[in-house]
């Protein structure tokens, strides 16, 4: 499979644990997106990545949340101290920089209880 | 006001009819528009992109753009039960990052 690959596909957590999500991009994608979305919302822009580097985060992105892409593959999304209005689809998107389409993963669904 | 604003729907059309979904944007300087599908669980597939004002045809689909309006839409020609999802409307306001700012979507049914 050559597509977006998101783990885990589902999270149930409890409120005050930490989570961490991984995300493998498309082979050669330099720009790896992390989108947000709650149920019957559209995806929110959280951060994104140009190789390694991350240039640009939400204001939605709070201290708790935290993302990497260390050697410019994959990429991993940490909530500490999760609470429940976390609870959401976490998507990861990745493109070439030349290209127009960015390709979703399946998304990794969070549920704080 | 939001940045990207779409019907939520349900918007329910018969069978081989034309389905038009509606999107306005607030931003002008908005670069380029994006319709996704989304299916229940799902994640989003992208169905074309826009830039510039006018008609953009792919197969049954047809984006229109107008800036002036602030204005995007797609037609969808002869539609298909399976064309029954979740359409997302997205606005890329900067040329080069691609970080786009979705509508909350309009739920999309097909009546066989």
């Known amino acids: 499979d050559t597509g977006v690959s998101q783990d885990p596909r589902h999270k149930i957590t409890k409120r005050g644990q930490n989570v961490t999500f991984r995300c493998d991009p498309i082979?050669?994608?330099?720009?790896l997106y992390w989108y947000r979305q709650t149920l019957g919302q559209g995806p929110e822009f959280l951060t994104y990545f140009q190789n390694e580097a991350q240039l640009e985060k939400s204001r939605l992105l709070s201290d708790r949340f935290s993302a990497e892409r260390p050697k410019g593959s994959f990429s991993t999304l940490e909530i500490q101290r999760t609470e429940q209005g976390d609870s959401a689809m976490y998507l990861c998107a990745s493109r070439f920089i030349g290209n127009t389409e960015a390709f979703f993963g399946q998304g990794t669904r969070l549920t704080v209880v | 006001q939001k940045e990207v604003e779409q019907n939520s729907g349900p918007l329910s059309v018969p069978e081989g009819a034309i389905a038009s979904l509606n999107c306005t944007y607030s931003?002008?300087?908005?670069?380029?528009f994006f319709w996704y599908r989304q299916y229940s669980g799902k994640s989003p597939e992208l169905i074309m992109f826009?830039?510039?004002?006018g008609d953009k045809e792919d197969g049954r689909f047809t984006a229109q753009l107008n800036k002036a309006s602030q204005y995007v839409s797609l037609l969808i020609r002869d539609s298909q039960p399976s064309d029954s999802a979740t359409y997302l409307c997205a606005v890329n306001r900067s040329q080069g990052a691609q970080k786009l700012v979705f509508g909350q979507g309009t739920r999309l049914t097909i009546n066989p």
């Open positions: 082979s050669e994608h330099n720009r």
């Open positions: 931003d002008r300087g908005s670069q380029s």
């Open positions: 826009i830039y510039s004002n």
